[in-house]
T-cell receptor, first 114, second 111 residues
Framework: AQTVTQSQPEMSVQEAETVTLSCTYDTSESDYYLFWYKQPPSRQMILVIRQEAYKQQNATENRFSVNFQKAAKSFSLKISDSQLGDAAMYFC???????????FGKGTRLHILP | EAQVTQNPRYLITVTGKKLTVTCSQNMNHEYMSWYRQDPGLGLRQIYYSMNVEVTDKGDVPEGYKVSRKEKRNFPLILESPSPNQTSLYFCASWTGGNRAFFGQGTRLTVV
């Protein structure tokens, strides 16, 4: 079965500190894309970062970066210099190139402490 | 502006009264999908469409219907809603391997 596991249902971090959200996934495919989405209280789903599985270089987007370990099937998200606006639910997901279905994890709720 | 438009945003209905949640995208995406989001369960796929007239069941299809008569529209139909379908619903669209665009969500309450 294709699954995405986010082992931390909730996390807290002090403002300006760094936090890492973990994500592991299970697929026998080799061709896929990985994503982190942010869902703030407004409920809108916002793309944070995207990683192509065939690329070894970790994706970065300003304060957001990933640690992609393909062999370990791990895709963690690091948020540097945490800001109050980063408080949200974060979902890890992947899309298989074979059928383009998106598989989501259950999410990690991130609290930012002032 | 590229977007997925989902309506209504909020809906309260009674058990058994048929309802439709509309979803429309303006990006000519092949793929569209419906998800429901429940606390502790994340986003679970209800139905998925690869293109016009091509749909497939997701993980939780029971009690739902969909149709894809046009590429841009993918309505979700609840023929006889029940209280266990109270949830937050999202429509999404995407093209191969790329980011999904999401609608604003529909908060459905069935009493």
């Amino acid at each position: 079965a294709q699954t995405v596991t986010q082992s931390q249902p909730e996390m807290s971090v002090q403002e300006a500190e760094t936090v890492t959200l973990s994500c592991t996934y299970d697929t026998s495919e080799s061709d896929y894309y990985l994503f982190w989405y942010k869902q703030p209280p407004s409920r809108q789903m916002i793309l944070v970062i995207r990683q192509e599985a065939y690329k070894q270089q970790n994706a970065t987007e300003n304060r957001f970066s990933v640690n992609f370990q393909k062999a370990a099937k791990s895709f963690s998200l690091k948020i540097s210099d945490s800001q109050l606006g980063d408080a949200a639910m974060y979902f890890c997901a992947y899309i298989l190139n074979r059928d383009d279905k998106i598989i989501f994890g259950k999410g990690t709720r991130l609290h930012i402490l002032p | 502006e590229a977007q997925v438009t989902q309506n209504p945003r909020y809906l309260i209905t009674v058990t058994g009264k048929k309802l439709t949640v509309t979803c429309s995208q303006n990006m000519n995406h092949e793929y569209m999908s419906w998800y429901r989001q429940d606390p502790g369960l994340g986003l679970r796929q209800i139905y998925y469409s690869m293109n016009v007239e091509v749909t497939d069941k997701g993980d939780v299809p029971e009690g739902y219907k969909v149709s894809r008569k046009e590429k841009r529209n993918f309505p979700l139909i609840l023929e006889s809603p029940s209280p266990n379908q109270t949830s937050l619903y999202f429509c999404a669209s995407w093209t191969g391997g790329n980011r999904a665009f999401f609608g604003q969500g529909t908060r459905l309450t069935v009493v």
